[in-house]
C-alpha cells in the first residue's frame, strides 16, 4: 500500500509539472512570406525544444499578409519578403516598429523545367524570344504586389526587356504559385528566388540575375503591435541567433547583420 501511495504521489506531482509547463507555454502566430515556408518549419521545433512554446505560420505572398493583417488577423509576428509591404503595414501601425530588422536577403534566378533546361546569359536586351516560344510565358509573382514580381518588372525594366515581356507574363498569387507553374510545364520559363528553386527537384536554375537590376532582396521581420508580447520577442530574438541563421543559411538566405 506505502509504494502505491507513493507511485500516486509521483504520479500527481509529474501531472501537477505538465500542468504547469503547459501552463506557462505560449502559441504564437506567425504571417511569413511564402519564401521563407521551409526554413521557419525547419525552426519551429528547434525554438520549441528551447522554450517550450509553439509557433504556427500562415505562408502566402507578403501583400496578402499585409491586408490580413490590416484586416485584424490576430497574428503575433510578421515577415516581409521586401520592405515595401513592411513599410506599407508601418504605416498602418500594424507593426511594434522598434523590434523591426532586416533579418535575411535573397538571389533572383531565373528557372525553366529541368527537362529543358539550357544556361542563359542574362544582360541588357537579351533575346527572350527563343526562350518562351511561340505562346509561352513567365511566371512570377504578380508585379502589382508580390514582392517576387515587383523585383522580376524592375529587373526586366532596367534590362531593356519589360516591354517585350509584359504581354507574357504569368502572374502568379505567390512565388511557389509561380514556380509550380514551371514545374508543371505550364510555364517555359520563371522569375523566383533562388531558395525557391533549391525546394522544387523538377526545376533547374538557368541564370542569374545581376544583383545591379533590382533593389536588393531583403527580408524585415517584426512582431505585431497588438501581439507583441513577451514570447513574441523571444521569438524574433532566436531568429536572430546561431541555430536560426544556421537554418537559412542552409537554405539558401543570406544571413544579414551580426549574430
Given at each position: 500500500?506505502?509504494?502505491?501511495?507513493?507511485?500516486?504521489?509521483?504520479?500527481?506531482?509529474?501531472?501537477?509539472?505538465?500542468?504547469?509547463?503547459?501552463?506557462?507555454?505560449?502559441?504564437?502566430t506567425m504571417l511569413a512570406a511564402a519564401s521563407l515556408t521551409e526554413s521557419l518549419q525547419d525552426i519551429a521545433p528547434l525554438y520549441q525544444k528551447a522554450?517550450?512554446?509553439?509557433?504556427?505560420?500562415?505562408?502566402?505572398?507578403?501583400?496578402?499578409?499585409?491586408?490580413?493583417?490590416?484586416?485584424?488577423?490576430?497574428?503575433?509576428?510578421?515577415?516581409?519578403?521586401?520592405?515595401?509591404?513592411?513599410?506599407?503595414?508601418?504605416?498602418?501601425?500594424?507593426?511594434?516598429?522598434?523590434?523591426?530588422?532586416?533579418?535575411?536577403?535573397?538571389?533572383?534566378?531565373?528557372?525553366?523545367?529541368?527537362?529543358?533546361?539550357?544556361?542563359?546569359?542574362i544582360d541588357r536586351g537579351m533575346n527572350l524570344a527563343p526562350l518562351l516560344g511561340a505562346d509561352g510565358r513567365i511566371a512570377t509573382g504578380d508585379p502589382?504586389?508580390?514582392?517576387?514580381?515587383?523585383?522580376?518588372?524592375?529587373?526586366?525594366?532596367?534590362?531593356?526587356?519589360?516591354?517585350?515581356?509584359?504581354?507574357?507574363?504569368?502572374?502568379?498569387?505567390?512565388?511557389?504559385?509561380?514556380?509550380?507553374?514551371?514545374?508543371?510545364?505550364?510555364?517555359?520559363?520563371?522569375?523566383?528566388?533562388?531558395?525557391?528553386?533549391?525546394?522544387?527537384?523538377?526545376?533547374?536554375?538557368?541564370?542569374?540575375?545581376?544583383?545591379?537590376?533590382?533593389?536588393?532582396?531583403?527580408?524585415?521581420?517584426?512582431?505585431?503591435?497588438?501581439?507583441?508580447?513577451?514570447?513574441?520577442?523571444?521569438?524574433?530574438?532566436f531568429l536572430r541567433g546561431p541555430e536560426a541563421r544556421a537554418v537559412f543559411a542552409r537554405r539558401g538566405f543570406q544571413v544579414l547583420g551580426a549574430p
Open positions: 500500500m506505502r509504494h502505491l501511495k507513493s507511485a500516486l504521489l509521483a504520479a500527481a506531482m509529474a501531472a501537477m509539472v505538465l500542468s504547469a509547463q503547459a501552463a506557462r507555454a505560449a502559441e504564437l522554450s517550450g512554446n509553439v509557433v504556427k505560420f500562415s505562408f502566402a505572398a507578403s501583400s496578402t499578409l499585409a491586408r490580413q493583417l490590416e484586416q485584424g488577423s490576430p497574428a503575433n509576428l510578421f515577415a516581409s519578403a521586401d520592405e515595401q509591404w513592411m513599410d506599407w503595414a508601418a504605416q498602418r501601425n500594424l507593426i511594434a516598429e522598434a523590434t523591426r530588422s532586416d533579418l535575411l536577403g535573397n538571389t533572383l534566378v531565373l528557372v525553366m523545367p529541368k527537362d529543358t533546361a539550357r544556361h542563359v546569359t502589382s504586389n508580390v514582392p517576387a514580381g515587383i523585383y522580376a518588372k524592375e529587373a526586366l525594366t532596367r534590362l531593356g526587356l519589360w516591354t517585350y515581356a509584359a504581354p507574357r507574363m504569368a502572374a502568379a498569387e505567390n512565388v511557389r504559385a509561380a514556380l509550380l507553374l514551371v514545374e508543371r510545364h505550364e510555364a517555359p520559363l520563371g522569375i523566383v528566388y533562388a531558395t525557391d528553386a533549391a525546394v522544387a527537384p523538377n526545376v533547374a536554375v538557368v541564370g542569374t540575375f545581376p544583383e545591379s537590376s533590382h533593389a536588393p532582396i531583403v527580408y524585415p521581420f517584426a512582431t505585431t503591435r497588438t501581439g507583441d508580447t513577451a514570447e513574441a520577442r523571444g521569438f524574433l530574438a
